[in-house]
Each structure stands twice: as structure tokens, then as C-alpha cells.
């Protein structure tokens, strides 16, 4: 007989096999007619314009990282959810199962709260603003004109 484990190994060793022998199998039977269209970056019938190895702002980067980080913890929390839930672990030990779980998760989401004010706290979540730079036409008007033209306007 074979545990729960060995019956995963086997399922996951025989997972790898089919999938190696079907692009073994596709390897074989494909064409192997490359052109220069075939090999340009966009297959999508339009001509590339450019090149398209340029570089994105690292800010979308590090929001992306964050969000998988706190994603991930979903992972986590549904394993959890079933045993926390389950009655026949709770009964055995006089609820102390329960308990032990529930501090467990706590310490959990407490360590990535604390991520989170780390991650905020340095300011990785803002977004970098351009910054404005004003208008360098000098002109022949005073300011205090403009000045009384705006204050004219808003009191109305």
C-alpha cells in the first residue's frame, strides 16, 4: 500500500513524463520553416516599429512585487481555513486546536502588516510625480496685476 504522499510522488512523476513526452512528440512533428517575419518580434501582421527591448519605469516592478507578496499569503490562508474548521481536531484536543491555529494566522497577518508598513513607509506605493516646472516667459505685465485680476474674479 502507498501513503497519501506516494500516491502525490506518483502522480507528480507521471505529470512530468506525459508532459516531457508531449513536447518530445510536438518537437518532432513540428515545421521547422523559420522566415524573417516568423522571426520578428510581433507575429501579429503588423510591421514592428522600433525596438522593443526598452525599459518600464521600476515602480510598476515593485507594485507588481507587492502585490504577488500579498497574494501569495492567500496560499497560505486557504490550508489553514480547512484545518481551522475542522471539528474533529477541535473536539480531541478541547479547543485548544482552534485556538493554537488562530494565533498561529494572527502572527501571520501581523508579520505582513508589518511588510506592508515597511513597504509604505519607505514609500515604494507612491507613485513618482513629475515635477512641474513653471512657464519662463517673462513678461511685460506686473504680477500685482494678475494678482488683482484673480482676486477680482474670486470674490464673485
Known sequence: MLSDFGIVLLALIFAAVALMLVFGISWLLRPKKPTE??????????????????RF??????????FILFDVELVFMFPWSTVFGNKEFIEQT??????????????????????????????HLEWVKPEVKGPKFKSKVPMNM??????KYAEK
Open 37 to 54: 517575419e516568423k522571426l520578428s518580434t510581433y507575429e501579429s501582421g503588423e510591421a514592428p516599429i522600433g525596438n522593443a527591448n526598452i
Open 57 to 66: 519605469n521600476v515602480r510598476f516592478y515593485i507594485v507588481a512585487l507587492v
Open 94 to 123: 478541547n479547543g485548544q486546536w482552534g485556538w493554537f491555529t488562530l494565533a498561529e494566522m494572527l502572527i501571520f497577518i501581523v508579520v505582513l502588516a508589518l511588510g506592508l508598513a515597511y513597504v509604505w513607509a519607505k514609500g
Open 146 to 151: 494678475y494678482e488683482n485680476v484673480n482676486k
